[in-house]
């Protein structure tokens, strides 16, 4: 279950710095990411899309928010979504690693992180400045658990200014979805 985030949260967007922009998305074929936002009230925790359509993912709502964040989430309790980032270094960040030399974090892994019911995986940005160059992003279904395949996971973006998501279906243990950033 979705919870709204409350009203005059004291959590703001990332700070101000560097500007950052990405130079390139590619998605799995078939796949597009929603470019438009429709404001639909408060924002809503452990969804990933920006409900208010202020340029940020669920804040307000327990988790890290920077200018680079990449975010999962999905409303079965006993399936285990990994959200996994490889910077331009070819470092990898996922549950065993949730720190990159580059300042990826993991910062929430559900449902391991204790979410109650609001299974989401977050990475940002912990540095200043991210290093220029390709990023890679896999949401892998590592267990259905009790689930009723396809699951439904919601994959949600920030870089810079831009953010956006797209909806994906997991048919099997082990299906992943790759995108890759320029930044």
Known sequence: MLAAAAAG????????????????VGTPSGLWFDEACTPTGPEICGNAID?????????????????????????????????????????????????????????????QDGCNGQNVDNVVLVADTPLAGQYSVDVRLLDAGKATLPLKVHFGWRVGDRVSG?????????DKKMFSFEL
Do not use: M, Y
Not at 9 to 24: F, N, R, T
Not at 80 to 102: C, F, I, K, Y
Not at 166 to 174: F, P
């Open 9 to 24: 949260s004291s959590c703001a967007a990332a700070p101000k710095g560097p500007v950052i922009e990405v130079k390139h």
């Open 51 to 111: 409900d208010n359509c202020n340029g940020v993912i669920d804040e307000g709502c327990g988790i890290l928010v920077s200018k680079v964040q990449f975010e999962v989430a999905w409303s079965e309790k006993t399936a285990t979504v990994e959200l996994s980032v490889s910077d331009p270094q070819g470092e990898r960040l996922d549950a065993l690693h949730p720190l990159t030399r580059s300042g990826l974090k993991l910062d929430k892994h559900c449902p």
């Open 166 to 174: 797209t909806d994906l279906l997991l048919t099997a243990v082990d």
